[in-house]
Every structure is written in structure tokens, then in C-alpha cells.
């Protein structure tokens, strides 16, 4: 464990004045701002504050979020298609079909974690997630040309290996720019776009099913891939022009603006600024490897997705209702739709209150009675709703555990980038034998589905529980180790990093 120290350094005018690079990251401790902005009154600095994030939010949040949607679109098109004709087009088994299914994590986990290994070292991660979103949009367009099981897998493998530096990638890009307390929401704003893409998923395969079956001598199930295969790679050139760089690199922010942008991120980490741990990309990935804390917060991501796996099999879960193609595929977005704003909410009110075990483990209870409610309940009426209750719940969670992944494991950046692949990597494992929970010879209930579900989401409570009381131990060895300061009311307030709980 390395040893902490209060030492003071002095900060000299600006960052650039430093000529050692290694040095600059050591100029910030907590609490002292940096020399050019000590004159400042508080008042102005939170000025400054709101002002740089008002700017961050704009440049760097909305293509963010549309990037993500159409990164889920591409993905599970492939379950809204099933219901327009695809599994009986190429002549799918029921287990052929999950099997397309869960190859594309496999190409999905084989470049997850060196891509983001990659991408901490980027200087311009904005063309690296750009240039992924032209690829997997091409790649998805292109299932509209299969005609074969082979094929179909094949097209699945590759989809998943160009959609993988995506999401951590992005989740890197966040947490190089906001602070611990700032990151809830923007996570949860970011995962709004999977919510909705869930949402105007089913609804644009319900127009594209039931209003262009036949165009062009297409069946409507290739028009789906075709259509937002080719609207994602021309967003995807419009975001090269938007995405940002790293704060240090950027171009787009005042001197002033971008110093306090750097000092904010490194003051959270003890006066370490992001990226100037002088540290390789393996030896970052080393770090994170021998890291207990990241173990665990693989088992509490890999759990919660466990939890989430209906969400590949919902449009097949709603038709057990009794509707019929285009109702079933409406009947998908109004539990998602409450899942966004819910997430939203969870996700703000753990922002507000830096409380993250708590807004994980109440909500999972929630889906963990949804589950239960729709393998024992036989009304429609009743098993709609339990699927209401699956999806707000899961999707509450989903959001605060990513913060909770990135601000426990805050600092150096090429360590971080190393942890969010692995956490989201092995995660995404649960894939490999999810695909298989929903066999047709279940239906309706999807028993075993329902009842591995419902355990998952119970263990992924207790494992947020767990960590908890464990990083609450490591803030207690941190205020031992590093003693306490006073405020002028006498209360003991810790210096440096600290856990979030």
C-alpha cells in the first residue's frame, strides 16, 4: 500500500509553467487550488465551476447518449427482427438462435478490455469511438444480407467485436471530466440511452415491421437492420467533429477553464492528476489485476446483468401476453419508459446524497419481486405489471453501480481504464449462458429464467452490502493512517481520497 503523505507542493502559476511532465501531476493537493486561482473569491470559483460543466455537458453528454442508443439499437435489433421473420427466414433452431445470440459477446469480451487498454493512452478518444460507431453500423447493415445460420453468426461475432470499445470507453471519457459527485447522473443520463433505445426500439420495429414489409422485394426485418445500420454511420461522422479529447489536450475551453478542469480531477485523487501517474498501460493493468476491490465489483456487475438478462428476450417475454406482432412490439416501451425516468431519479438522489450501496440494493429488491410476481402470476394484467416492476429496478441500479465502479477505483487513469474493461468484460460473461434461459419449451412462464433472475438480483444486493462495510474498513485505516483535520466547530474532517459509500 503506498504511503500517504500531507505534504504540500508548491503550485506554481500554471500548469504549463512546469517543465517536467511527472511533476505536473504531483502540483495539486486537496484543497489547494492551483496558483493562478487562489485569488479568487468562492463565489467565483463556483462560477467557474458551473460554467465549465455547463460546457462539458454540452460538448461531451448529448453524442454520447445517441451514440450509446444506436449502439443498443444495433444490438438488440436482433430481437425485435425475430418477431418480423428472421428466425424463420434463414431457418433457425430455437438453439441456433441463441446461439447468435450469445456469440456476439464473444467477439464483445475478446477486445473489450484491450481496447480500453488502448484508449487510456489515445490522445483522441473522440475518433476512436467515432470510428468504432462506422464500423459496427456497417457490420450491423449488413446482416440484412444473410441468408444462413454461418452467416448470421458470423456477422453477430464481428458486431460484437466492433461494439466493443464503446461503453467503457465512454464511461473512461466520463470520468476523465467530471468529478465523484458530478458521475451518477451523467452515468445515468448516458445509460438513458440504452432505456430508450429499449423503448423506441420496439416502437420503430413495430413501424418498420407492420409498414414496409415487402419494400424493394425486402422482407421488413432487413429493412430494420439496413435503416439503423446506415443512420449510425452518419451520425458517427458528425460526433468525429463533436467528441472531445482529455482536458489537458483540449482546445475547446479557456486557459483558465481548462486548468481548473485538470485540478478538479486531480484533487478528488489526492492531488494526482489524471494521466500524469507517469505510468505505463500494463503496468496500470497489473495494478488492477492485483486490486481485490476490483474482483469484487466484477461480482456485483456480473450479478446485476445476470439480473438484466430478460432484457434480450423481452419482446418474447411480452408475446406470451397473447397479442399480436405489432401490439407485442408497442406493449416493450412503456416499462422502459418508466425504467428511465426512475433511473434518472435513483441516480440523482445518490448523487446528492454520495450514497451508493443503498440506491443499488433497494431497487434489485424491486426486480427481485418482479421476477418472482411473473413466474407465479397467470392474469395478463398482473404479469404486464411484474414486468414493470423487472425493468425499474435492475435499470435504477444499473446507473449508480457504474459511478460506484469508477470512483472506487479513481486514480491512476491507465489503472481505471484497465478496471472498467475488466468489470464490463468478465460482466458481460453472464452472456455466454443467459442466451440460453428463455428456450421456447417454457413459454409462458419462462420458469428457470425467472427463478435465476430473481437470485442474481438478491445476490448482487448483498454483494453492494458487502463492499459497503468494506470500504467503510478502508476509510477507517485512511483517517488512521493519515490523521484528521478540524473545522472551526472542532468536528474531525478527513483529508484526501476517500470511498464512496
Known sequence: MATITSEKIQAPNTVEDIKDEKAKGEVYVSGTLPESLRHKSPEEITALRKRLVRKIDIRLMPMLIILFLLNILDRNNFTNAR??????????????????LMIMYVGYLLFQFPSNVILSKFPRPGIYLSCAAVLWGGVSASMASAKTYGGVVAIRFFLGFVEAPFFPGALLMLTSWYVRSELPLRIAVLYAGNTLSNCFGGLIAAGVVGGMEGVGGLRAWRWLFILEGVFTICVAFVAVLILPNYPKETKWLTPEEKEFAIWRIADEAAGVADGE???????????????????????????????????????SIVSTLGYNKVTTLLLTAPPYALAFFTSLGNSIHSGRTNERCFHIALPLTISMLGNVLCVTLTSTAGRYASMFLMTLGVYSAFNVTLSWVSSTIARPKSKRAAALAMVNSLANCTHLFTSYLYPNSQKPRYLTAGITLALFCGLCATVAICLRFWLSWENRKLDRAEGYDEDEEGNSVPRGFRYVL
Open 83 to 100: 418477431l418480423g421473420g428472421l428466425e424463420d427466414d434463414i431457418g433457425l433452431t430455437d438453439h441456433q438462435y441463441n446461439t447468435s
Open 277 to 315: 501517474d507517469g505510468e505505463s498501460v500494463w503496468v496500470g493493468a497489473v495494478q488492477a489485476l492485483k486490486d481485490p476491490k476490483v474482483y469484487m465489483l466484477i461480482l456485483l456487475q456480473f450479478s446485476l446483468l445476470t439480473g438484466m438478462a430478460y432484457t434480450y428476450f423481452f419482446p
